[in-house]
């Protein structure tokens, strides 16, 4: 586990000064909102937030700014020192998924944008179930998301390149495009940064993700003492659908809470 924990630090270490502008096209202020909604939905009622895999602080921002008393973690001490500078107001630690201690008694826990899928085996998904578990208010609500087949399939087995004149970003997706179920993807990602001697200097890193399917998920949350109270399915535009299409969605977004 240690290896694995080590690896994910330091690819996101090595990505976040680039964060940022990859993630550049996301709307988090309109995304979050519907999650938000979607969480209300389902019994959210306080305004005490737990971000889990906060990355650089653009998930938790648009809940601060609605009156969210905001925690928040993640592995990488650089994603993390980044999301501190951007919020002072929000508590910022540096802890694993598979060992975040208790942070406090949270209304809503939220754990976003692959976090999950790094882990990969489905015993170390049930060991952040039920650490996030641990940190949930009685009454509290879980949302989280998963990759699909889709984003596997397609995003994971292209090429694409962000070109700007002193920064190109290049991904390129080392996943077959027929990846089946349950299995692990693999990109790698290169930022060319331009020095202001003129010379470009190119940091490189891999990610490496598992495909966790509806069975997995449930199979997990119930070994962590939790229940699915709803699934769905969501495009690269943000919006949910009530029925997740693996083929289709780009996420699986899942609202859990204690089993009753």
């Known amino acids: 586990m240690a290896s694995s924990t080590d690896a994910v630090r330091g690819s996101y270490d090595s990505m976040a000064p680039v964060y940022d502008r990859f993630t550049a096209h996301h709307d988090y202020d309109a995304w979050t909102a519907s999650l938000e909604a979607f969480a209300i939905g389902h019994g959210l009622r306080g305004t005490r937030l ?39 107001a929000a508590r910022v630690h540096v802890h694993d998924l598979r060992t975040v201690p208790v942070l406090g008694a949270f209304d809503l826990v939220c754990c976003l944008d692959d976090c999950l899928n790094h882990l990969l085996e489905p015993r170390e998904l049930t060991e952040a179930f039920r650490r996030l578990a641990a940190n ?16 596997y399939r397609t995003f994971f087995a292209e090429l694409s390149v962000d070109q700007s004149p002193a920064l190109v970003l290049v991904w390129n997706g080392e996943t077959p495009p027929g990846m089946p179920p349950s299995s692990t993807a ?17 940091t490189t890193l891999t990610h490496r993700q598992r495909h966790y399917g509806r069975a997995e998920v449930g199979a997990a949350l119930a070994a962590a003492g939790l229940e699915a109270v709803a699934v769905r399915g969501q495009g690269l535009d943000g919006a949910a659908v009530p029925e997740l299409d693996e083929l289709v969605h780009t996420k699986a977004v899942y609202i859990a809470r204690h089993a009753r």
């Open 50 to 88: 737990l971000d889990a895999g906060c990355g650089t602080g653009k998930s938790f921002l648009p809940f601060l700014a609605r009156g969210y008393a905001v925690t928040a973690f993640d592995v990488s001490p650089a994603m993390a020192a980044a999301a501190a500078a951007k919020a002072p």
């Open 186 to 202: 693999t990109d790698s990602f290169v930022a060319y940064s331009a020095a202001e001697d003129g010379r470009w200097h190119a």
């Open 136 to 151: 949930l208010a009685p009454g509290g609500v879980l949302v989280f998301d998963v990759n699909t087949l889709a984003t």
